[in-house]
């Protein structure tokens, strides 16, 4: 059996959420992006990913404002909404990435090349990197 659509968002969210303190720590050479070069995803990552997303399908729940109990289902609602606003074809494993991006409060998000979410994405620490 594929991923489903919710295993893909959590996929994005981390390995962004690996990446970033691992590239803060260990740069590849020249010409060459961090995010090929760091290792497999290590669980502490996971882990902290499932916690954000978690935390995000509380909030998706409470809110009510549209009907989505997974991320997943959040996701695949986003991706065909608006699609005439969509800069680049969304994935969802880019959902995932840009989710933790803006969760580590990095000045980029899902709403750079796609509609508005509308979600409030809690912030999150995270600088463990397990090799």
């Known amino acids: 059996m594929g991923l489903r659509l919710a295993d893909h968002v959590e996929e994005g969210t981390c390995r962004a959420l690996y990446e970033c303190p691992f590239g803060r720590h260990d740069k590849p050479g020249g010409g060459e992006d961090w995010m090929d070069y760091a290792p497999p995803t290590g669980e502490s990552a996971r882990v902290k990913a499932r916690e954000l997303i978690g935390r995000i399908e509380k909030t ?3 809110t009510g404002g549209r009907s989505a109990p ?6 695949e609602q986003l991706a065909v909404e608006n699609q005439d606003l969509h800069h680049k074809a969304p994935t969802p ?14 000045g980029v998000s899902w709403s750079d090349d796609h509609p508005d979410h509308g979600l409030e994405v809690p912030l999150v620490s995270f600088s463990d990197y397990d090799i």
């Open 60 to 62: 998706l729940k409470r």
């Open 93 to 106: 494993d880019d959902f995932g990435h840009y989710l933790a991006m803006e969760a580590l409060g990095s």
């Open 70 to 75: 997974t991320i997943g289902d959040f996701y």
